[in-house]
């Protein structure tokens, strides 16, 4: 089963220019909607929103003087669409907004407008499945690398583009593979606060490079107290006896691992945040890997041994499958793009 794993893709697997879709496995619960892009329109499959004007994703440029870009002085957020509808937009914006006022970063629009803008991206994309990115930097000033954080005009960055996975369709499926990295561990949220979205990928980045080498797709980061933090964009949940766990503790409170615990109260499974240790992680009954970029994936491989017995265990397979349900029934959660 593990076997069957393609370890050659990137960590981020892309869709080829022009091309909108990744293959999915035939019946399954990710779907694509069947539909053409009238490429007349120039934004036709990518949309950005920079400096307060809408551009294709292939022109979409930014300044490298952005201190965004200079000192990862922002924070970020990234709702996708399914369907054609848009998931959870307002708890993303919340967060966003919760981030940018902690980093005291003033994006300079209202909830409801940044909203719109999102909206009218996708809407000029023509995407049914979007990967759609806010950003708010701390900006630029008049001078060229301006550092006096006083004159910064403080931007916002939008743009929707075919999605984006962290794990393939088929490995959302059929499983996916982790390691714990043994050279690096999550910066401390002392360092820097995991609660807000942020490109401080360092850590993370270095984990992929070592999961790429050790023959797995991804990597779960333990924090300096040997307790699990999270992986490259994505949040841990276990179950263990019939119950879920995650880390409290260094890691940001993802949205669909939010979407995750609603769905398991719906199913009566009690679902906990708290330090997860190590051991716990090893010892878990299921391991799924959960982000906007990967609906709900099981982890079936763990530092090269079978977990879960080597296949997608019950709990997770049900609520991945709920998971997805959830982009098509009418709820607060979802709202229609006017294409
Ligand atoms: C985005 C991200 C997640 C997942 O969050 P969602 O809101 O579910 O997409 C988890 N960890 C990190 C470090 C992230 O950047």
Request: hydrophobic letters at 35%; proline letters at 6%.
């Amino acid at each position: 089963m593990t076997a069957s794993i393609d370890h050659s893709m990137s960590n981020l697997v892309s869709v080829e220019p022009g091309a909108i879709r990744e293959a999915t496995p035939e019946g399954s619960v990710i779907q694509y909607s069947d539909y053409e892009l009238d490429t007349s329109s120039e934004f036709a499959g990518g949309v950005a929103w920079i400096e307060g004007e809408y551009v294709p994703a292939s022109e979409a440029r930014i300044s490298i003087f952005d201190t965004g870009f200079g000192h990862s002085d922002l924070t970020y957020t990234v709702p996708h669409v399914w369907h054609g509808n848009i998931f959870r937009l307002g708890d993303h914006l919340d967060r966003l907004l919760d981030g940018a006022r902690r980093l005291y970063l003033d994006p300079g629009y209202t909830k409801e407008e940044l909203a719109d803008v999102v909206k009218k991206c996708v809407s000029l994309s023509q995407l049914r499945e979007s990967f759609v990115n806010i950003t708010i930097t701390r900006g630029f000033g008049q001078r060229r690398g301006e550092k006096d954080l006083s004159k910064l005009t403080h931007q916002v960055y939008i743009y929707a583009i075919p999605y984006l996975w962290a794990f393939p369709p088929d490995e959302q499926i059929f499983g996916t593979s982790v390691i714990v990295p043994r050279h690096v561990r999550r910066a401390s949220r002392s360092t820097i606060d995991p609660t807000i979205k942020n490109y401080q990928w360092g850590d993370l980045t270095a984990a992929s490079f070592e999961a790429k080498e050790r023959g797995a797709r991804s990597a779960i980061l333990l924090d300096a107290d040997n307790c699990v933090a999270e992986g490259p964009g994505f949040n841990v949940v276990l179950v263990k006896d019939g119950e879920l766990f995650s880390p409290s503790r260094n890691a940001l409170p993802g949205i669909t691992r939010k979407t995750v615990f609603e769905l398991a109260d719906v199913m009566g499974v009690p679902a906990t945040l708290r330090d997860v240790t190590s051991r716990e992680l090893y010892e878990a009954d299921e391991l799924m890997a959960v982000t906007t970029a990967g609906g709900v994936t099981p982890i079936i491989e763990l530092d090269g041994e079978p977990q879960s017995g080597g296949k997608p265990g019950p709990l997770t397979t049900e609520i991945r499958d709920r998971f997805w349900a959830l982009m098509d029934e009418p709820s607060d959660l979802i709202e229609a793009i006017q294409y």
